[in-house]
C-alpha cells in the first residue's frame, strides 16, 4: 500500500511522500525530506490573517513516527515557532476495537484513500496505539490540543461536539 500524494502538496512533501513509498530506504530517514518540506512551506505560504482548518500534518505524523528520536524532535521543534496559531486544535481518538471496525468500511468503501499507517490499527495494533500516545503527547505540547473520544459517537454528534468548542472560542 502505497501513502497519497496530495495534488496540493509542496515539491519536497510529494518527494518525500515517494521516498516513506520506497521500502528500500529505512523510515527513520524520511525525518529530513518531511522536516524540509514543512520548513518550505512555512517559508513560503502567506498563513497570517487566513481562517486555517488543518485536517492532519505530516509535522505530527512524523513525530508519532519518530518522537523517541532526540534529533528529530529537536528538529521540528525548531520550526515551532513559525508554525500557524491555531485557535482551537482538536484531536480526534477512538478505542482500538471501533477504529478497526471503522478501518475495515472505509477499505471496503474507499481502499484509494488507506495508507500504511492506516494499516497499522489492524496490522500492529500495539504500535498504532505507542504512535497515537506520541502523537497525541507532541499535538498537546505544541498546540494545547483537546481530545475528544469518538469510540461511542456517531459522525454527526462529533461534528456537533466539534463545532460547539469551535463556537465557544
Known sequence: MSYLVDRYANTLVIKAKEILNDETIPRSLTVNAFYNALKYDLENYNWK????????SFFGRTLAHNGKNTVAVNQFDSLIPFLPLFNITIILVANIKVRQERLLKRI??????????????????????????????????????????????STQKTADIILKKVNNL
Open 49 to 56: 490573517n487566513q481562517n486555517i482548518l488543518q485536517d492532519s
Open 108 to 153: 471496503e468503501n474507499s481502499p484509494e484513500l488507506v495508507t500504511q499507517d492506516d494499516l497499522l490499527v489492524i496490522d500492529n495494533p500495539e504500535k498504532f496505539l505507542e504512535n497515537e500516545k506520541i502523537l497525541i503527547y507532541h499535538m498537546q505540547r505544541v498546540f494545547d490540543g483537546h481530545i475528544i473520544d469518538t469510540s461511542s459517537t
